[in-house]
């Protein structure tokens, strides 16, 4: 209230001036406390004395003052109006945190709810995913059901079928009982009859086992027989041979002796001085008398006179027949001479003459050969007119025989020496081998060579 004193005063001084002054009221201030300790105070204005009219500043002190207490009254209704505008604005805030805070928490939960709803998306995705290939193998279960259906009716078809097979089936299994029984009363007929056929086997047996042993016997007397019906026939053709006196191997294949091998001849006729030789029936129409083959080394064709002049060797392997031997053949004129030959390749050539003679021993075995064909080349042309010789007993002024190891009619010296060393193919020591030299060289032996001769 002191306050209030004080702006009235200063107001007043503002109005009257330093004049005023002294005409200001008195002012006693008096306080009192209360029970409660609260001082209150009261103050009361005395004027100068003066008449009512001429006091103013009271006039407008009290009306200052009036004015003042009501708006002290309107500042305490502010006060409490704003009081309670606090309050409101209080319960506002809390108001607006509240709704914040919900709007967070919805805010949250919409989050929550955008994750899950995303979650449920990607899993309606795996789950559209897995239908489609669910329909898939539903439709390839509708597919498979289908076929097998009709796999069903196929099968219902065919056991309709096997039913109907079945039903033929089994009447013919019975019209075949029927026929079985039938043939089980004849086979029963049948066993008395083989019964009494084995009866009637029995004794016949009994007549064949007599006649076989009387066949046995009588087979023997016949093989007795036979054995000595074929000496008998062997000794008439060998009194055949002498009488007819057959001279080569072509004349025993005329008389029907088709087989290459040893055989008798009888070269001089008459059926006297027979000799074994070799006789080739398959080569070129057959029928040689064959006089040297050389086929393994196994027997040394580097021999004397003598040797040549009778023959040796074996007739089924390497042989010479002997120059004497071929003088009494070729003597009777007209025969014709074929040389085989083959190298160790498995290559073969011949050479075939139709002129073939060799004289006898004092004329040196002179060798007469012409008329070549074939396909070894004409080795023997050199040496027609030429004498033979041996190791020794040389009858060329070269020493053939001795220089190239054989006996041979050689003329300075040869293209033919096939009676030479068995060199076994190649060699290196010149011409000395059994060589032909127009078909290979004079350093290559051949393997297997067969002279042979013929009647024309």
């Known amino acids: 209230m002191s306050t209030v004193v004080l702006l009235a005063l200063l107001a007043l001084l503002q109005q009257g001036g330093a004049a005023n002054v002294k005409n200001l009221p008195e002012i ?26 001429s006091c ?16 002290e009254g309107q500042i305490e209704q502010l006060k409490n109006r704003t009081d309670r505008l606090d309050g409101q604005l209080q319960q506002l805030v809390q108001q607006e945190l509240a709704q914040f805070q919900a709007e967070a928490d ?10 899950t709803v995303s979650s449920q998306d990607s899993i309606i995705q795996q789950q559209a995913a897995a239908l489609q290939q669910l329909q898939g193998t ?68 009994t007549t064949n086992q007599q006649q076989a042993s009387s066949l ?5 007397t016949l093989q007795h027989q036979a054995a000595t019906l074929q000496q008998y026939a062997t000794y008439l053709q060998q009194l055949q041979d002498k009488v007819t006196g057959l001279r080569a191997c072509k004349e ?18 008459g059926g006297i ?17 064959v006089f040297q083959r050389r086929q393994d080394g196994s027997v040394d064709f580097y021999l004397d006179w003598q040797a040549y002049k009778t023959g040796f060797g074996d007739l089924r392997g390497e042989f010479w027949l002997g120059n004497d031997n071929l003088h009494h053949l070729t003597a009777q004129g007209g025969y014709e001479l074929r040389v085989d030959l083959e190298d160790f390749e498995g290559n073969s050539a011949f050479a075939k003459y139709n ?23 004409d080795g023997m042309a050199v040496h027609s007119a030429m004498i033979f010789s041996t190791k020794d007993d040389v009858h060329d002024i070269h020493d053939c025989a001795q220089r190239f190891k054989g006996g041979w009619w050689y003329a300075r010296c040869h293209q033919a020496n096939l009676n030479g060393l068995y060199h076994g193919g190649a060699h290196q020591s010149y011409a000395d081998g059994v060589n032909w030299g127009l078909w290979k060289d004079q350093y290559y032996s051949l393997k297997h060579t067969e002279m042979k001769i013929r009647p024309r």
């Open 28 to 53: 006693v201030h008096h306080e009192t406390t209360g029970g409660d300790s609260e001082v209150t105070g009261q103050i009361t204005l005395h004027c100068p004395a003066q008449p009512a009219p």
């Open 56 to 71: 103013p500043a009271l006039d407008h002190l009290l009306l200052y003052l009036s004015t003042q207490d009501s708006l």
């Open 106 to 115: 919805l805010k949250a939960t919409v989050e929550a709810l955008q994750a």
């Open 138 to 205: 539903l439709q390839q279960l509708e597919a498979t059901n289908q076929q097998q259906a009709s796999s069903l009716q196929q099968l219902e078809t065919t056991n309709q079928q096997q039913a109907s097979s079945l039903q033929q089936l089994e009447a013919t299994n019975q019209q075949q009982a029927s026929s079985l029984q039938q043939l089980e009363t004849t086979n029963q007929q049948h066993a008395t009859i083989i019964q009494q056929h084995t009866s009637s086997l029995q004794q016949l047996e």
């Open 216 to 220: 046995q016997q009588l087979e023997g």
């Open 252 to 269: 025993l294949l005329n008389n029907g002796h088709n087989t290459s091998g040893v055989y008798m001849i009888y070269p001089v006729g």
């Open 273 to 289: 001085s027979p000799i074994h030789v070799y006789c080739d029936m398959d080569t070129d129409g057959g029928g040689w008398t």
């Open 355 to 377: 002129n073939f003679r060799v004289e006898d021993e004092g004329n040196l075995y002179r060798l007469t050969v012409e008329g070549y064909s074939g396909t070894a080349g």
